[in-house]
């Protein structure tokens, strides 16, 4: 009665991986924004919001930007912040899959040619 039965794993196609990373993305984008609306601690002073992004690292402003965009890019810090705290976000540019970035970076290290240097001919 118990017969063993041979399970087939396919990969998915590059399409379909796309899509999905794509999906993925959309869905941590939709989390940070549904966190970003709950915070209550953003600071509302220019002064206190330019000091805020420097310690996150990122630009005081950016081109085009007026203070309710650079408030709100700190809300987005705050909340990839506070996602990341919760083991939702992964460490890096924070919306994209890990496995993409790993699979980068060994493509990266594959591909790095090494410069040789030798003394020309008199």
């Known amino acids: 009665q118990n017969v063993a039965q041979a399970v087939e794993v396919m990969e998915l196609t590059a399409d379909s991986q796309a899509q999905k ?10 989390e940070l924004q549904k966190i970003a609306a709950t915070l209550t601690t953003v600071p509302t002073l220019p ?4 000091d805020a992004l420097r310690e996150f690292g990122q630009p005081v402003r950016l081109f085009g930007e007026n203070l309710a965009d650079i408030r709100q890019r700190l809300r987005m810090a705050l909340a ?8 939702g976000l992964v460490a890096g540019d924070g919306l994209g899959s890990s496995n993409q970035q790993q699979q980068q970076q060994a493509e990266d290290e594959e591909e790095e040619q090494v410069t040789k240097y ?5």
């Open 80 to 87: 990839r912040q506070e996602l990341m705290a919760r083991g």
């Open 47 to 50: 002064q206190h919001v330019r």
């Open 21 to 30: 990373a794509a999906h993925d993305a959309t869905r941590q984008n939709l």
């Open 118 to 122: 030798t003394r020309a001919s008199p």
